[in-house]
Nanobody
Framework: QVQLVESGGGLVQAGGSLRLSCAAS????????MGWFRQAPGKEREFVAA????????VYADSVKGRFTISRDNAKNTVYLQIYSLKPEDTAVYYC??????????????WGQGTQVTVSS
């Protein structure tokens, strides 16, 4: 059983940086892979990044590779998404999820409520 709460979203200018956090509760957090997804209005939810339970393996969508970094601190029960060089097309609600090391939403069991990221030109 895992509960997830995202934070760190907000309004930022294009080219800026942001760090999203996902705080987890539950004794089994370290046993799950973690993923970040995002969903823009009128669009399908899309994969952003994922990290294995140990942090040894990471996966990124091509659209964010080189700008986004996923990391986790199991001692703090937290997963992070560091974002650099934000673009207007990054505007979306960002969700964290716990489950398999997957690039599709169906690979994950637990989801947070999402945090809004808005990038202005």
């Amino acid at each position: 059983q895992v509960q997830l709460v995202e934070s760190g979203g907000g309004l930022v200018q294009a080219g800026g940086s942001l760090r999203l956090s996902c705080a987890a509760s539950g004794r089994t957090f370290s046993g799950y892979s973690m993923g970040w997804f995002r969903q823009a209005p009128g669009k399908e939810r899309e994969f952003v990044a994922a990290i294995s339970w140990s942090g040894a393996r990471t996966v990124y969508a091509d659209s964010v590779k080189g700008r986004f970094t996923i990391s986790r601190d199991n001692a703090k029960n937290t997963v992070y998404l560091q974002i650099y060089s934000l673009k207007p097309e990054d505007t979306a609600v960002y969700y964290c999820a716990a489950g398999d090391l997957a690039t599709v939403a169906t690979g994950y069991t637990y989801w947070g409520q999402g945090t809004q990221v808005t990038v202005s030109s």
